[in-house]
């Protein structure tokens, strides 16, 4: 069945909207923040990542941001560019804002934490006049990230690019991506992304993600039936809930429910996760592929950046996904 409708003749596969950062990985895993010395510098930022994901599966894919005016915002634009995502509507910020830092902290595989350096950020700085209506129309998707909601003025472009998407018929992914950092209250995020959410086709996002948007409402169960019938009230056509390594549920408009299984991995560390799935069942539905497969995709990118170092550098190539799901079903992966 066909759920989404990609329009054929555009030249875009997917613009993402929103942060652009620096992860700084802890070298020394299995280790507290406190004892670790060394980190390694990547590019990073939830709708990076996917949109690095992307582009490593062969799509064309752009991005609508601003990056500060200093190294750090230039190796951000380099490394995308070498991964031919197109920066021509990524602004270099004059206001004296930072580079956002996300320090991760492996204290084992299963006990990770990120310490996010965010006062004064440039991704946050976007504003409604960075969004190009013109740019938006000519891509087939825009995928927006909640943590972009969080501030104006970047607030107010999510939303003008999200009202140029429904003019031109580009289908809109939403990665809820709660980051508690920059939001001032758990109520005020609840109503930010509710009101963009009712404007998205497809809702990606963890079970506490969908719990926080709910805190008005009476779902005390955390039943995923119920909250993924709420959005087919509005726009949405697919609602995707993840529940880390017990995999994932996607149910359609139409009715369907899918639970999407997991692959073994050897996890260095557990981000990554989720923005590696959202790239790879993202490009299964952009490939007009059943649903099953494209959790399929997602599950077996997350098991490979899970298992390696960064999140966005890991990001797997459509060959490196095919090796480990063959791998996985003839029992040469087995998890650690
Ligand atoms: N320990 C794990 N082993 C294998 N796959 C995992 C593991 N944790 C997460 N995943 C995969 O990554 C997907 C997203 O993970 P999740 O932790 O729910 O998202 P997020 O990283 O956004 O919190 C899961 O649906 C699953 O496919
Ligand atoms: O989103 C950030 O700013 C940090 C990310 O780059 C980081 O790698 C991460 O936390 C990924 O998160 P996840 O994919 O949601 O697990």
């Excluded at 129309?137 to 003008?160: C, D, Q, W």
């Excluded at 899918?258 to 069942?281: Q, R, W």
Aim: proline share 4%.
């Amino acid at each position: 069945m066909n759920h989404l409708t990609f329009h054929p003749n555009k030249k875009m596969d997917m613009i993402a909207l929103g942060r652009l950062c620096i992860d700084l990985n802890a070298n020394e895993i299995n280790r507290p923040m406190e004892e670790t010395m060394t980190f390694t510098k990547y590019v990073g930022g939830s709708p990076a990542n996917i949109a690095i994901g992307l582009a490593r599966l062969g799509r064309k894919t752009g991005f609508i941001g601003r990056v500060a005016d200093d190294p750090m915002g230039r190796f951000i634009v380099n490394y995308l560019e070498k991964n031919q995502i197109d920066t021509s509507n990524v602004i270099t910020d004059q206001s004296g804002a930072v580079t956002g830092l996300a320090f991760t902290e492996i204290k084992s595989p299963t006990d990770c934490s990120i310490l996010m350096y965010r006062d004064n950020v440039a991704d946050l700085k976007l504003e409604p006049k960075d969004v190009s209506e013109e740019y938006i129309k000519n891509s087939k998707s825009l995928l927006i990230s909640g943590t972009a909601l969080a501030k104006s003025p970047s607030r107010e472009a999510v939303f003008l690019a999200l009202d140029y998407a429904r003019k031109h018929e580009v289908i809109v992914f939403f990665d809820l991506d709660y980051r508690p950092y920059t939001w001032t209250s758990p109520e005020e995020t609840a109503i930010y992304y509710n009101l963009a959410a009712e404007k998205c086709d497809v809702i990606i996002g963890t079970r506490d993600e969908f719990d926080l948007m709910e805190c008005f409402e009476n779902n005390v169960a955390h039943d995923d039936d119920v909250t993924a019938k709420k959005w087919f009230k509005y726009h949405a056509k697919i609602v995707v809930i993840k529940h880390g390594k017990e995999g994932s549920i996607a149910y359609t408009k139409e009715g369907e429910r899918f639970e999407g299984t997991i692959f073994p991995a050897k996890v260095l560390k557990t981000f990554g996760a989720g923005d590696s799935y959202a790239a790879g069942f993202i490009y299964g539905l952009m490939n007009g592929w059943e649903i099953p497969r494209s959790m399929e995709y997602g599950a077996a990118a997350a098991s490979i950046v899970i298992s390696s170092h960064s999140s966005s550098d890991a990001m797997p190539t459509v060959e490196q996904i095919e090796s480990y799901i063959h791998k996985c079903k003839n029992g040469e992966i087995v998890t650690a």
